[in-house]
């Protein structure tokens, strides 16, 4: 399903209902006042349409800047993605976590 074509649906609008109202916390930038709901894993990149655990708040400004990405490039580390790491290439690289939680 193309974006386009998501986003028209109920069902997409609903979910992202749900997932602005849990929070409003840009997952790029980190700043509240997210507007839209970005795919954590790009769809492009076999990430889940329509899993709320793939499904972040977003700006759209943010959003587009990351585009069908991982990660946007020099961004801070955002919480939900603490576990990777952009490296100098610009390559997102899992980094297995070493601590006890
Ligand atoms: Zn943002």
Request: proline letters at 7%; hydrophobic letters at 40%; charged letters at 25%.
């Amino acid at each position: 399903m193309s974006a386009q074509a998501r986003t028209s649906t109920r069902r997409w609008r609903a979910l992202r209902a749900r997932i602005l109202a849990a929070s409003d916390v840009c997952h790029l930038c980190g700043l509240p006042g997210a507007d839209e709901v970005d795919h954590v894993v790009p769809v492009a990149l076999g990430g889940a349409e329509w899993d709320p655990v793939n499904l972040a708040p977003a700006h759209g400004g943010c959003n587009r800047r990351k585009g069908a990405r991982l990660h946007m490039p020099a961004a801070r580390t955002p919480m939900r993605t603490r576990d990777r790491e952009v490296c100098a290439d610009g390559v997102v690289r899992m980094v297995p976590r070493s601590r006890e939680w």
